[in-house]
């Protein structure tokens, strides 16, 4: 459970560091030595956070949770919501880690842009079944194929989640503009940390304490 003190805020998003083969292969197949020293071993998933009519929900792609959609009332594979604490225990209780990177001041949502992320998470991914690309999470990774060029073209119909984070954050004006494929969850942070947008907060790993680094 988080403590009281921590409060999340909508357009954090959630680096997660899981401890199954597929998460070890992400993190391995996207580390570089060339990255900040927080961010050489990147994540294995990325999730943002909302609000809703129910306060505050962690939005994601996956295809590797157990808990039914709060939105849907359903397990589902692809686009979902969940509570925020209940996620981020299911990784610490397997031995994973988790952080929280938010927007730096000057880059920080106003009103209506908070509810525009509400709005496009609502409409276009949560009302309505969004699949999970599993085949593009593993394309994502690959650096040959983003250098040859030969990444496939958007389909946000089905998403992996640094698709889903880089898509949104396209529309938000966050990032520049470009395929959303061409995006792991590594290479999206690095991108936004370097780029001044995002700064990390917080992190937990699976000991009971929390490392709280900066908060607006």
């Not at 610490?92 to 009103?111: C, K, M």
Request: proline share 5%.
């Amino acid at each position: 459970m988080l403590p009281s003190a921590f409060q999340f805020q909508p357009g954090d998003l959630v680096a997660c560091y899981g401890t199954d083969w597929i998460s070890r292969g992400i993190q391995l197949l996207t580390w570089s030595p060339f990255a900040a020293a927080e961010l050489r071993s990147g994540p294995s998933h990325l999730a943002i956070i909302t609000e809703s009519d129910r306060g505050l929900l962690w939005v994601e792609s996956t295809t590797l949770c157990r808990h039914p959609c709060v939105v849907r009332g359903e397990c589902v594979s692809g686009c979902q919501a969940h509570e925020p604490c209940e996620r981020i225990h299911d990784y610490l209780v397997t031995g994973g880690a988790v952080a929280v990177y938010r927007l730096t001041g000057i880059n920080q949502f106003d009103e209506s842009e908070r509810q525009l992320l509400r709005r496009i998470l609502f409409q276009h991914f949560l009302w309505k079944p969004v699949g999970y690309d599993l085949g593009g999470a593993i394309l994502s990774g690959t650096r040959a194929i983003r250098w040859l060029g030969l990444l496939p073209g958007a389909d946000l119909q089905s998403l992996f989640c640094s698709e889903l984070m880089a898509a949104i954050l396209m529309r938000l004006n966050r990032l520049n503009h470009a395929n959303p494929t061409g995006f792991s969850p590594a290479r999206l942070l690095r991108t936004l940390v370097l780029l001044g947008k995002y700064h990390r907060v917080a992190q937990w790993s699976d000991q009971p304490t929390i490392e709280v680094s900066r908060n607006e």
